[in-house]
């Protein structure tokens, strides 16, 4: 069984369109987040949700919309796609924000490419 | 500069070779260590973790932690070519949203 799951795995759009990302997990986890890595494996956060609340809310363009309709599920929406959009975005689920030991566990990416 | 700084390679070894990986940071408060493994077109999986300076083992891989010179490794003994992948180092501070700020991710190819 998959622990955390993302569709579609591959995402090819022209620029300017509208996307979204979808991400459940079956782990029982109260978090989950949105990371973004680039070309070069670099692995930055996002968001992040506890609760189906927004914790953590980076500086991304306001064209990226996080959504999550209950704790299991957190996805992303992405508006007038631009070319600098492409990179591998991974989600993620923890057990609850609150202790910093938490471990993540990450899905298996959905890689963007955009024309 | 980075909060976290990591060589990103490529690192190529003979299988059975001791491997090294580093990564420095600049952040005084980061208080939890990680180190990850990602498999090519996988997402990343926790290998190691620990919070105090010194070192941690768990069979061939030992994590080790230098919080005064802000720098931590993670050791492959015997390594094998199941071990190439990417290594991304990862910490955490006490406070603050528990953010993860990763480093860049060394790959590694452990060559049979």
């Known amino acids: 069984d998959t622990a955390v799951s993302q569709t579609p795995k591959y995402l090819v759009t022209q620029m300017g369109n509208d996307k979204s990302i979808k991400c459940e997990q079956n782990?029982?986890?109260?978090?989950m987040y949105w990371y973004k890595q680039d070309s070069k494996k670099f692995l930055k956060i996002m968001f992040s949700?506890?609760?189906?609340?927004?914790?953590i809310n980076e500086t991304v363009p306001n064209r990226f919309s996080p959504k999550s309709p209950d704790k299991a599920h957190l996805n992303l929406h992405i508006n007038s796609l631009e070319l600098g959009d492409s990179a591998v975005y991974f989600c993620?689920?923890?057990?609850?924000?609150?202790?910093?030991?938490?471990?993540?566990?990450f899905g298996p990416g959905t890689r963007l490419l955009v024309l | 500069q980075k909060e976290v700084e990591q060589d990103p390679g490529p690192l190529s070894v003979p299988e059975g070779a001791i491997v090294s990986l580093n990564c420095t940071y600049s952040?005084?408060?980061?208080?939890?260590f990680m180190w990850y493994r990602q498999y090519s077109r996988k997402g990343p999986e926790l290998l190691m973790y620990?919070?105090?300076?010194g070192n941690k083992e768990d069979g061939r891989f030992t994590a080790q932690v230098d919080k005064s010179s802000k720098y931590i490794s993670l050791f492959i003994r015997d390594s094998q070519p199941s071990d190439s992948a990417t290594y991304l180092c990862?910490?955490?501070?006490?406070?603050?949203?528990?953010?993860?700020?990763f480093g860049a991710g060394t790959r590694l190819f452990v060559k049979a």
């Open positions: 993620a689920s923890s057990q609850a924000s609150g202790t910093f030991q938490e471990t993540q566990y």
């Open positions: 782990l029982g986890h109260d978090t």
């Open positions: 949700y506890n609760n189906k609340e927004l914790i």
């Open positions: 952040n005084s408060a980061f208080q939890y």
């Open positions: 620990t919070y105090s300076s």
């Open positions: 990862a910490m955490r501070q006490r406070t603050g949203g528990f953010k993860t700020i």
